[in-house]
């Protein structure tokens, strides 16, 4: 359970996460990720089984303090929501990381989960840092909104002179998707400029 002192992401980082209903634009600085390669097909298990591989990583951090390891610099903390990522062909799934999480933790980290609850995806997930600089973005329930708020991004950057990527793009999962009906799903919808900008 959250309390006073637990650094949560809905709230001090809220600008970066929880899109408003109009566009706005932020500049997101670079964090660390744990990230999977998102599966190609549409088959929803397979979409669950990559984001619980994640959240299992994320989970074992933010609970080594339970098994009286604490990581050097280490603070209480919201685990961070999963993200996707799609550039061209290729998509990611991702779940930001505190800055005390180093490449010696996420080590230790798939270490005891191999030992404790193995899955045959551990082994693909890798530690990336990320940097999207200046973005557009705004929220979306559901997928009936996603052309609207698509457009909306677009029309908002063309008014100030600035091109998006048609084939780059993040998704913030905002609720668990898992159990939350498509019509439901609540997100943040994150349009980065074009590279030519």
Known sequence: ???????????EEKALYVG????????????????????????EQEW???????????KFIHQMPKRGFFP???????????????????GQLMVRQPVFVTESIARMT???????????LMQQVHMR?????RCIQMAVTG?????????????????????LSS????????NDWSKTAPEKRKMTLRRFVAESE
């Open 110 to 120: 798939l270490t005891g989960l191999t030992a404790t609850n193995p899955h045959p």
């Open 48 to 58: 669950k089984a990559a984001m619980e591989v994640l959240l299992r990583f994320s």
């Open 1 to 11: 359970m959250e309390t006073k002192e637990t650094h949560s992401w809905k709230v």
């Open 20 to 43: 408003k209903s109009k566009p706005v634009w932020v500049t997101v600085p670079k964090f660390r990720f744990f990230t999977i390669a998102a599966p190609s097909r549409a088959a």
């Open 129 to 133: 840092e990320k940097e999207d600089g």
């Open 72 to 90: 050097g610099g280490y603070f209480p903390y919201a685990v961070y929501p999963v993200e996707y990522e799609k550039n061209g062909q290729e």
């Open 167 to 174: 084939d780059r793009y993040r998704i913030i999962a905002l």
């Open 143 to 163: 997928m009936e909104q996603w052309k609207e708020a698509w457009q909306a991004l677009e029309e908002a950057a063309q008014k100030e002179g600035v091109w």
